[in-house]
Structure formats: structure tokens, C-alpha cells
């Protein structure tokens, strides 16, 4: 690893201010789950760490009362998804939550930088001699033509197609959530949706925010669909690994009827993947396997198949329609 | 001695381990100590034409680095089964070859690990490259090579022909025929390869977590120009071993030449990336099964041909074809062995590293041959039994294979399967599927120099070769010291693993026990023995605590030595130099094969195809059980490795650069505790005395062996697909 | 509490203040090893993904291998040292493990127990399933898995009755 300094502060203007006048390689840093991992592989490389897990203002749950769900950006992974209010009233975002990682980890992660998780493709994070265009601009990418079995379906381009790993996110964009942070001019709101980029022919931009610009809270306005809803994880042992497909589902039904669906997959995109086609497809049918599976195939609508990864669209239409099927079980309980 | 059983008792050092009091060989600490780090190639082959290590040296608390150009004076090792000592033949950083991607090319000290880490990252090499490959199934004619016909010796490594298999297949009315593949996978025993080594008074003392301290010592000396008596290795306890750490790595003589050079004791632990290139890993292998039967399902012919990957500088044998060849009683038999040489370090042994293929191979065949005659697989098995090793013709020592499969079947509850795949459905909708498969594993023994000492006060210590990594090792010989002495085990320390106290040879081949344990019985014989001539009294009803005191003594020491059936005396030598020396599993008479029974449920989800493994029933054929707690942990830890290796882990090998890309615990898919179910396990706990004095044979790795095809057997009645590829997967299944 | 060199942190591990200088870059782990004696807790990755570095910080399991030591400046960690209780006697735990042998090695043990009474107390101890799910972050290569799920139901029930 390579040296820094380490400071800590008090506010989270002091956060932004020290980030913002820090110079490139001043990063913050919170319960260090990716941070420390990718600068004990020389991937990230900071200067200066500015630690924000003391920001104890910002370490709060909110579900309780008739307005929105407002979780700090600072509350641990594993004290969000065992609220109970969460987990009766929007299961998948509990799921979500305690399908990631480890109770170790999630006792460390924060929900609010757990957003900023960066992709596990072993090219990006092994570096040298793997050619990553994210790790290192310019210098190819290795994934194109290689094992690429866990790789992105959606929203890759020539110059990567590393997948958003996140389980969080993926809940949080069905829900509409919403994430307000501070930067140098003050606060500013943009939905969960658009946090993140696809690479383009820019991989190494990764969000839509700033450096310097701290993640607050997040947001999600209360909605009856999270009653029925679920986070369902599909992946090569039965815990403690990354989705190879994920679903967050959520159903208003009408008897058997689906009045409202939302529809957002993880493990399969260069980003959380909301699938509105998918919601429309289901709005007014009947739930059945058939337009279960109806919604998981709009929802791949587009998938582009590299040369081990293609199976993964199977999965993921199933993954999807399994999901339907288990919130729709819920909104009969 | 007593016939009976042994009881349950605990393990012996479970205190110390459930306290974190178990020291490790990186759990050491010494003053003055530095530590060290490795930087390696990232060149697929090739050599090193310029090393930069000025930014290296110059990060804060470096102390040294040493690269290829300090160390060309060392000797190489010699590969073990060369009779040499080296998990391979070549000490990297001897010379600037790179012989695969991942080699260390620097080993840089510091008076901190994070000094160590980052000056390690901070030295930067160029190349001449070489072209190489990885890909076994892509390796020309030239890099395919006859076992038989290889310089590898002769008398174990041969093919196997009993009668005239290819004929007798070819008139067989039912045939089989089928090839099967195994991944590369890696041990990755939770402990990381780690090294303390430390000059004092012209002696090197290594800690090290090693099942062959002896192999170490020796190989250590020949590298580093030094009388053997100058080397000590110390390895009282492994965190793992599954014969990643069979015999002298490759960063141990980094770390013992940089103390050396400092000095100052070095610490050398290698990092999770780095071990996936730094010591063995069990190669890929594919499988051509062919078996003949006649109508009544008698088998009468099998052929079994392998290909298996090596190394481009050595030749990694295989014993496929022995443990394949011992199954059934087949009619007739041929086994072909053939090396495929690819540019990666050697491979080696990996718990169960050719029956466990072997077994996945033969009995996933044999499953297809069961549905081909309409036969339940049980019942096909069973009227393939035989006493007689088909191979040599002469009698096992012993075998319990029918014994097995009858209690397992009546444990699991086999009567009830339904013949027909997906004829089984839970309520959930998942579809059932119910599998069986046996297993087998070649018994060795190795010589034993055993020193056996009481005092007046009651405690006794043993002394002998073997390597604790989990097994129970210390458990089982603590056992049979109780039994035979009248005394508690609490009074009982055993001392293994230092080449101070005994020689040490490898502890693998589940020989372990077998070898040891007979050895501290003839050990505790001899002792007793002594303990009569020491005045007058019967000793019977007296430990020997008292029987010294009431003679007015304060100690008294024996030492035995113990050899295999058929060995002579001459393998002492071998074993005080650090050379294999075993024996098995043809002795003068008989043959000895441990034998195991898998029943496996799997139940399939109906959409996603995740396959689950709620219940496994496992019935064990091992001789005689001394410790029994021990022994059924192993068996269960066999068979979440079976798990593993069936449908969790592959090593994915990079052809463009190189090496293997899955480097991590993340990446590289071993089971974890939500993968676990239900595994019943019973042992038949019948003593082979031919085989030795106590009845015991080998059960570390004969567990692992048949699990695969119990599951993959299992996979196709759920599902009617034959997945012949390892690891079954979601892709195979959707 | 700005440095480029060595910081000075007071950490309270298993009850006792321990103040040592430490590398911005020192893992919590790498202290607890190399520094304070405290081996128990053992390196199988240093990344986070095998569970054997588990110890409690303020009561929580983490992974001490992801965790700077300067960020636990001030702040109770808790050992497998620290577990028995000071005459020496085990805690249920410990003695659960060792009835259920749910360790071959030992290696990746002092983890496991530390998680496994971290996760009773959090309340994931409720059926075989859970366990089995809330304990999928500590990795055990020699499979002793179904002996670890034992001792935690077993020990489970001793630590409520108190």
C-alpha cells in the first residue's frame, strides 16, 4: 500500500472542505470495505484519507412516521436491514441489504458509500498485467475477449463491460430512492438512478459525483408496493458471493391481477438496471409463470451475450420471474 | 491388547485452539525480526532482462532486497519424485528464467510488513517474453507424454493390463463409454504458506507450516550448501495442509538467505494472490471410461485412459488407473497414463489428487451403466464386489465395500427411489434426485523411529514423525498410548513435526495414521516391556508412573523403529534423509484399500437450478477407528471438499497471460456454511491386522473419493442431464 | 491528528488500554499480531473475504483485516484472548466448540468463535438455516461446518439461560 495520511473530521463540511482543498488523491473514506481492498491491490491509490465514520449526525434510520424512508448516509449495512419496519414493509430492501457480503462486512459498510462499491472484474482489480481500461485509460480491455463468464450483459461498450456488483442500489432504484449529497456549493439531490455511468469510452468515470461531494442520505418516498416485494440473489454458492443475477421485485396486486410492478436487475449491468418495459409488461396481466417470465425477458430486453456470459440471460429472465413469484406470495400473506 | 472399540473422547488440543494458544508458524514472533515480501512476474514465461529495485530500496524501513542476481549460488532442490526434495525442480529467483506467470522475481525486507509490502510493489522488471501455454486440451503432440514410457520410475508408474480389455469391450453386449473432465483447483488450506526462518550459531531453525519438515530440512541444505544437522524445521501444528505443503516451497529459501543476509530472524508470509502460483495446485485432468457388461450387469471389462497436466520442467505423475483399477472385480482391465506439459509451476497433490478424479470418472460411468441395464445402482455394485485386487490378483487385506453400501442404503433410505429421473419432487417444486457412488484410496505406510518416555511423575511423551494439520493426529496417537498404558490422554504429549525430536517423514497418502499409530503401539509394547524388568510385581493394574517409582526411578526412555510389510531396513535411510519412503498399497501377500459409500441427496430448483445438497450418508471402511471424534469430522470435511470439487471450484486459467485469474477467496468458490447440510457418518470400525498391528488404515482422503459421482449421479436423476464436466453449474442445468 | 509517519492510537483490547504507534496503512489485525501479541486472530486473506481475522469492535464482529488501525483509535476491541473469563474458564462458546469438535485445524477457530457469539447475541441463532446463513462469512476449509452449526445451537441455549 502505498502512504497517506489520515485525518478525521467532525462535520461533513469539514468532510468536503478537506476532500475539496485535499488535492487529487484525497478521498474519503468510510467503513473501508472497498477502499482498504483496492489500495492493498494498488488499485486505488490515495494520498490522504479523510475519515467520515464519525459523522454520527448522519448515522440515522428513519422509518417510523408517514413521510419518506430517510437513511443516513453513515448507517451500517447490517442496523438498516434489521429494522423492522424495513423488513416488514419493504422486504427487498432488507434483503438486499443482508444478501451482500458478511454480518462482519455489513458491520463496517455504510448505506451510503456502499452505492460507490466498484465492479469485481479480476482484470480491473489485479492489475498489472491485465489490460483494463477503468484501471488504466487507454490500455484495453482484457474482459472483451477473455473469461468473462461473470461479465455484463447490459450497458457495456467496446471499452469495458465490468458489472456494478451492488445489491443496495439494484433495491433502491425500484423504489425510486433518492440520494442527497453535499459538495462545494451546497446540497444537491439526484435520484439513485442516476448515481451511475455506463462506461462508454470513459470506464474509469464511474458516478455523476464529484470527488469531493459527500453522500448525505438517501431517500425513498413510502409506497404500498414495498409490502410485496423481494431481493432475489442468484449466485455460485449460497452466500458470501456476488450475484451471477439478481431481481428486486415489488407487486401491487389486485386479486391476482398485478396493478403496479416494479422491476430492477442486478449482477448483469455495468450499472443498477431498471426495467420499465419489464413494469409494463405486467401492469394490468394476470401473474402467471408465463407472464412471469414475460417480464424477466423484457427486462433482458437487449443483452448483448459475450462468449461465457450467455447463459446469464436465461438467468436472469428466470431470476426475475422467480422474484415476481415470491412478492406475489407476499402480497397474499 | 484389547479388541474393543475406542471411545469418544475430545480432540487433544482442542483447549488450545478454541484459546487462539495454537502457534502457527506466522503466530511466531522474535526480536529484531523483519519481514518480508515477494514481488513476482507478470509474464507468462520468459526471463528477466532488467530489474529496477532503487524505488524499492528506498521506501523507509527496507532493509534488503534480493532479486535473481544475489541467489544464483543456490543448488536447486531436485523434485520430489526426482529424489529431490522441491515441490518442484526449479528455486525461483535462482536464475532469471520465468517459468510461469506469477514466479517471484524479488524478495524485499523491512523492519515493517507495510515497508515490506510496498517496497515489494515498487520493483519493476522488464522482459524478453516467450511464447507458452496453458491449455492442456491445446498442447501439441511433443508435450504429450506416455507415463510408461517416461523416466519416471518404472515399477509404480506403468499401465495397468489385466487380460484383454479392448476386446473384451468390444464383444461386451452393453457398453459405457464416456469422457469426463476435471478442472485445476487449489487446496487453499486457510493458513497461508508462512516461513520464519532464523540463523543461530551457524544453524537455520525454520518455522514453517509444512507436512514434510524433514523434506524442508534436507532440501534446505542442499540449496544452501549445508550439512543437514545444520537445519532445523519446526511444524507443530498446520492450518491446513491437503498437500499444498507437502515438501520444500519455493519462498522458503528466500526468507532463510535474506535472514541470512540481514542478520535478523525474517517473517515470510505469502499473500492469498500469491499462493495461487507459489506452490502446487491439482491439475486438469480428462478421463476416457469405457466399460463392458453382460446382460446380468457382470462387469467384464473397463479401460481407463487419462491425461493429466504437468509442468514444463517436471513430471507430476498420476495414479489414476490404481485406484480405478481396485472398484470392481472387473474381467478385465487396462489403464493408461499420459502427461501433458503446459507452462505453469508443477502441479501436486490436492487431497484425494488421483482417486478422487479417478473415482469421479469410473463410478459416473458405472451410474450410466446401471440405467443402461435397468439395474439400481446399489444393486449393480454389489454384484461387482470382490475380495480379490483385481490388479495383482492377491486378496485385499481387507474391504467392507458391501457392508457399506448395505447400511448406507438402509441409513438414506434408498428403497424408497424411484428409478426414473425427476421422479422425485419436494413441495416446493424442486426435483429430487438420490445418488450413490463408492470410493477408494490406496493405503502406505512409512518407517517410524518412535522414542517413547515415562516419568516417575506420570507423564509420558512421544516422539515420532508426523505433521498435525487437523486430522487428529496427536488425538488418535494420544488414544492408543491411553488404552495401552492405563493413563489418561491429558497425560500423553505428543511431539511431531520437528525434526529435532524424530525424523519426519511427509505426512500424506493418509498414511499418517497407519504409519504412526502401530508405531506408538510397538513403542508402548517396548515401554511396557521395559517396565516389567524393573522389579518385582506384576506391572498389570500399575501405570508406569508408579511402576518407575516404586523401582527408584525417574525416567525411562525406549525408541522402536516400525517399517512397512515387505520394507527392509534400508528405508531408515531413506527417511533420516528426507526421501520418500513408503510402502503400499501392494504388500507381499496382500493389497490395502481404505473404501467408502456416498449416498447424496441434491434437490434442484425448479427455475434458477441451483442445486442444493441437503443430506449426505457416509459409511467409511477404514480399519480399525482409534479416535473416533477426529475421524468423523474428517469424513464430514470430506465430503464438503467432495462438494467443493463437484460443484463450487475451478481454477480459471488465463491463456493470453497466463497463470490463473480467480487469485482470491472471492473469486476461487469453496463452500461456506449455507452450502452445508445434514452428513451422517459411520464407520464399520473392523480392524485389518495384516495391514498393520493396530487395524488401522488411512481416512483422510479416501472421504473425498466417490462424493462426485454420488453427486453428479444424483444431479441426473433429478434432471435426467449427465453433467461429465467438473464443477456441475447453474449453465449446465438451465 | 495529522502524520506522514507513525500515529499514536490507544486501543482498549479486552479490557486492558494498549497504546501503540502505528502505520496509517497498519491493519487493526497486523496490530494485534505483530505489535500487541494478540495471535489469535489470523491473516487467511487480508481482504476481507475468509472471516479468520474476525474480532469485536464495540461489540460488533468486523473484519480486522480491513479495518486501519488509526480508525480504532480510542475504541474497544474485543479478542479470542479475551473470551475466558479470567480464572481461565471457558466461555460457553469455547466449550461448545470443543464438545461438537467443530474445528480440525484450529486455524480459522479463534474467527469463528468470535463471530459465532457475536451472531447469538445479534439475535441469528434462531434455527439451523439462519446460522448457517449468518455464519457464511467465516470460511473453513477443513469442513467442519456441521460441528460448527452444533456448538452455536448448543452454546445458543446456555447463553440465554445466562
Known amino acids: 500500500m502505498q502512504p497517506f495520511t489520515y485525518v478525521r473530521v467532525r462535520s461533513a463540511a469539514d468532510a468536503v472542505r478537506a476532500v475539496a482543498d485535499g488535492g487529487p488523491g484525497t478521498r474519503f473514506l468510510a467503513g473501508g470495505t472497498t477502499l482498504l481492498d483496492l489500495m492493498k491491490l494498488g488499485v486505488e491509490t490515495p494520498a490522504r484519507l479523510v475519515d467520515v465514520t464519525g459523522l454520527e449526525d448522519l448515522n440515522t434510520i428513519e422509518t417510523a412516521g408517514p413521510g419518506e424512508l430517510v437513511f443516513g448516509a453513515m448507517a451500517r449495512m447490517a442496523d438498516v436491514a434489521a429494522d423492522p419496519r424495513l423488513i416488514r414493509d419493504y422486504p427487498a430492501l432488507s434483503e438486499s441489504l443482508w444478501r451482500a457480503a458478511s454480518e462482519q462486512l455489513r458491520n463496517m459498510a455504510r448505506v451510503g458509500p456502499n452505492l460507490l462499491q466498484r465492479t469485481r472484474c479480476a482484470y480491473f482489480r489485479f492489475g498489472e498485467p491485465f489490460a483494463c481500461n477503468k484501471r488504466k485509460p487507454g490500455s484495453g480491455c482484457a474482459a472483451q475477449d477473455g473469461l468473462n463468464r461473470g461479465h455484463a450483459l447490459l450497458g457495456g461498450s467496446e471499452s469495458c463491460i465490468a458489472v456494478y456488483p451492488g445489491d443496495w442500489a439494484i433495491a433502491l432504484v425500484a423504489f425510486d430512492a433518492q440520494v442527497d449529497v453535499l459538495g462545494r456549493e451546497g446540497e444537491r439531490t439526484l435520484p439513485v438512478e442516476a448515481l451511475h455511468r455506463e462506461p462508454g469510452n470513459t470506464p474509469h468515470l464511474e458516478t455523476t459525483v464529484a470527488p469531493e461531494e459527500l453522500i448525505l442520505r438517501i431517500r425513498i418516498p413510502r409506497t404500498p408496493l414495498g409490502r410485496a416485494s423481494t431481493y432475489h440473489k442468484i449466485r455460485d454458492r449460497e452466500s458470501y458471493a456476488f450475484a451471477l443475477s439478481s431481481a428486486a421485485v415489488a407487486v401491487r396486486m389486485e386479486e391476482d391481477t398485478i396493478g403496479q410492478a416494479r422491476v430492477a436487475i442486478g449482477g448483469l449491468a455495468t450499472r443498477p438496471w431498471r426495467c420499465r418495459e419489464a413494469e409494463r409488461t405486467l401492469a394490468g396481466r394476470t401473474l402467471t409463470p408465463e407472464t412471469a417470465r414475460a417480464a424477466g425477458d423484457a427486462a433482458l430486453r437487449g443483452a448483448k451475450p459475450t462468449r461465457d456470459n450467455r447463459f446469464r440471460i436465461e438467468l436472469g429472465a428466470r431470476t426475475v420471474a422467480d422474484a415476481l413469484m415470491i412478492a406475489a406470495e407476499r402480497a397474499r400473506s | ?734 | 491528528m495529522h502524520s506522514e509517519r507513525e500515529i499514536p492510537i490507544r486501543l482498549r483490547v479486552n479490557g486492558r488500554e494498549r497504546d501503540v504507534d502505528v502505520d496509517p496503512r497498519a491493519s487493526l489485525l497486523d496490530v494485534l499480531r505483530e505489535r500487541l501479541g494478540l495471535t489469535g486472530a489470523k491473516k487467511g486473506c487480508d481482504h476481507g473475504q475468509c472471516g479468520a481475522c474476525t474480532v469485536h469492535l464495540e461489540g460488533r464482529r468486523v473484519v480486522s483485516c480491513l479495518t486501519l488501525a488509526v480508525q480504532v483509535d480510542g475504541r474497544e476491541v474485543a479478542t479470542i484472548e479475551g473470551l475466558a473469563s479470567p480464572s481461565g474458564e471457558l466461555h460457553p462458546m469455547q466449550q461448545a466448540f470443543i464438545d461438537h469438535d467443530a474445528l480440525q485445524c484450529g486455524y480459522c477457530t479463534p474467527g469463528q468463535i468470535m463471530s459465532a457469539v457475536a451472531c447469538v447475541k445479534e439475535g441469528h441463532a434462531g434455527s439451523l438455516d439462519q446460522i448457517r446463513e449468518y455464519m457464511s462469512g467465516n470460511l473453513c476449509r477443513c469442513g467442519a461446518y456441521v460441528g460448527i452449526v452444533a456448538a452455536i445451537q448448543d452454546a445458543a441455549a446456555r447463553m440465554k439461560g445466562g
Not at chain 2, 495414521?513 to 506384576?538: F, H, M, V, Y
Open chain 2, 1 to 734: 491388547m484389547s479388541d474393543q472399540r475406542f471411545p469418544d473422547a475430545p480432540r487433544v488440543d482442542a483447549q488450545a485452539k478454541v484459546r487462539g494458544e495454537a502457534l502457527f508458524a506466522a503466530d511466531e514472533s522474535r526480536p529484531e525480526m523483519a519481514h518480508a515480501a515477494l514481488a513476482v512476474a507478470t509474464v507468462g514465461k520468459g526471463h528477466v532482462t532488467a530489474i529496477d529495485t532503487g524505488a524499492a530500496s528506498a521506501v523507509a524501513g527496507v532493509r534488503l532486497v534480493l532479486t535473481h542476481q544475489d541467489l544464483s549460488a543456490l543448488e536447486q532442490p531436485g523434485f520430489l519424485f526426482a529424489g529431490g526434495f522441491g515441490f518442484q525442480s526449479i528455486q525461483a529467483m535462482s536464475s532469471p528464467a520465468v517459468a510461469y506467470r506469477g514466479q517471484p522475481i524479488a524478495l524485499v525486507a523491512a523492519d515493517t510488513l507495510e515497508a515490506a509490502i510496498e517496497g515489494a510493489s515498487r520493483v519493476t522488471a522488464t522482459y524478453a517474453p516467450e511464447s507458452f501455454n496453458v491449455l492442456p486440451d491445446q498442447a501439441p503432440a511433443e508435450d504429450i507424454v506416455a507415463q510408461a514410457e517416461s523416466p519416471l520410475p518404472r515399477e509404480i508408474f506403468f499401465d495397468r493390463t489385466v487380460g484383454d480389455a479392448d476386446q473384451t469391450f468390444a464383444e461386451a453386449p452393453v457398453k459405457v463409454e464416456a469422457a469426463f473432465t476435471s478442472p485445476p483447483q487449489h487446496q487453499n488450506p486457510m493458513e497461508l504458506l508462512s516461513t520464519i526462518a532464523e540463523w543461530r550459531e551457524g544453524t537455520l531453525i525454520i518455522h514453517e507450516g509444512t507436512q514434510g519438515a524433514e523434506s524442508v530440512r534436507h532440501g534446505l541444505a542442499r540449496e544452501l550448501g549445508l550439512d543437514p544437522d545444520q537445519v532445523q524445521v519446526i511444524s507443530p501444528y498446520l492450518g491446513g495442509g491437503f498437500g499444498q505443503k507437502n515438501s520444500l516451497q519455493m519462498h522458503t529459501v528466500l526468507a532463510a538467505v535474506a535472514a541470512r543476509r540481514l542478520g535478523r530472524p525474517v517473517k515470510l508470509v505469502v499473500p492469498r494472490m500469491q499462493v495461487f502460483h507459489d506452490a502446487s495446485f491439482r491439475p486438469r485432468s480428462r478421463h476416457r471410461i469405457r466399460l463392458g457388461a453382460d446382460r446380468t450387469g457382470r462387469m467384464v471389462a473397463a479401460i481407463h485412459e487419462s491425461d493429466s497436466q504437468t509442468s514444463r520442467h517436471d513430471l507430476f505423475p498420476t495414479l489414476h488407473t490404481d485406484a480405478s483399477g481396485r472398484l470392481y472385480g472387473f474381467g478385465s482391465f487396462r489403464g493408461r497414463e499420459r502427461l501433458v506439459r503446459t507452462d505453469v509451476q508443477t502441479p501436486g497433490f490436492m487431497r484425494g489428487p488421483w482417486e478422487h478424479v479417478a473415482c469421479f470418472a469410473v463410478e459416473s460411468a458405472v451410474d450410466e451403466l446401471a440405467y443402461a441395464l435397468d439395474q439400481d445402482p446399489v444393486a449393480l455394485r454389489l454384484a461387482n464386489d470382490t475380495a480379490t485386487d483385481p490388479l495383482t490378483r492377491q486378496p485385499f487385506s481387507s474391504r467392507h465395500v458391501g457392508e457399506c453400501l448395505r447400511r448406507g442404503a438402509e441409513r438414506f433410505g434408498w428403497s424408497k427411489r424411484t428409478m426414473a429421473p425427476g421422479s422425485m419432487r419436494a413441495s416446493d417444486g424442486s426435483v429430487i434426485g438420490w445418488g450413490v457412488a463408492i470410493g477408494t484410496y490406496p493405503n502406505s505406510i512409512v518407517p517410524e523411529i518412535a522414542r517413547l518416555r515415562t516419568t516417575a511423575d506420570g507423564a509420558v511423551i512421544l516422539r515420532l514423525g508426523g505433521h498435525e494439520m487437523g486430522q487428529g493426529l496427536r488425538t488418535a496417537l494420544a488414544a492408543i498410548l491411553s488404552r495401552k498404558l492405563g493413563i489418561p490422554p491429558e497425560r500423553v504429549t505428543v511431539e511431531i513435526g520437528d525434526t529435532r525430536v524424530a525424523p519426519q517423514h511427509l505426512t500424506a497418502g493418509s498414511w499418517g495414521t497407519a504409519s504412526a499409530i502401530p508405531a506408538a503401539s510397538a513403542a508402548a509394547d517396548a515401554l511396557l516391556e521395559a517396565l516389567s524388568k524393573l522389579g518385582r510385581g506384576s506391572p498389570s493394574g500399575r501405570t508406569p508412573g508408579q511402576i518407575l517409582t516404586a523401582a527408584g526411578r525417574d525416567a525411562l526412555e525406549v525408541e522402536v523403529r516400525v517399517k512397512a510389510p515387505g520394507q527392509t531396513d534400508a528405508v531408515f535411510g531413506g527417511l533420516q534423509s528426507g526421501h520418500l519412503a513408503f510402502a503400499g498399497p501392494i504388500f507381499p501377500g496382500f493389497t490395502t484399500f481404505s473404501f467408502v459409500a456416498h449416498f447424496v441427496e441434491v434437490r434442484v430448483e425448479p427455475g434458477t437450478r441451483r442445486v442444493r445438497v441437503p443430506r449426505v450418508v457416509t459409511i467409511v471402511d477404514c480399519g480399525r477407528v482409534v479416535s473416533p471424534r477426529t475421524a468423523e469430522s474428517q469424513a464430514r470435511g470430506g465430503v464438503v471438499w467432495g462438494i467443493g470439487a463437484t460443484l463450487r471450484e475451478a481454477s480459471e486459467v488465463e491463456p493470453r497471460y497466463g497463470g490463473f485469474l480467480n487469485a482470491d477467496l472471492a473469486e476461487y468458490v469453496v463452500p461456506v456454511n449455507a452450502d452445508i447440510g445434514s452428513i451422517e457418518v459411520e464407520f464399520i470400525d473392523e480392524p485389518d491386522l495384516e495391514f498393520n498391528s493396530v487395524g488401522v488404515k488411512g481416512v483422510g482422503e479416501v472421504v473425498i473419493t466417490g462424493v462426485a459421482p454420488a453427486i453428479a449421479s444424483a444431479v441426473h436423476h433429478a434432471t435426467g442431464r449427465r453433467v461429465r464436466d467438473l464443477p456441475i453449474r447453474i449453465e449446465h442445468l438451465l
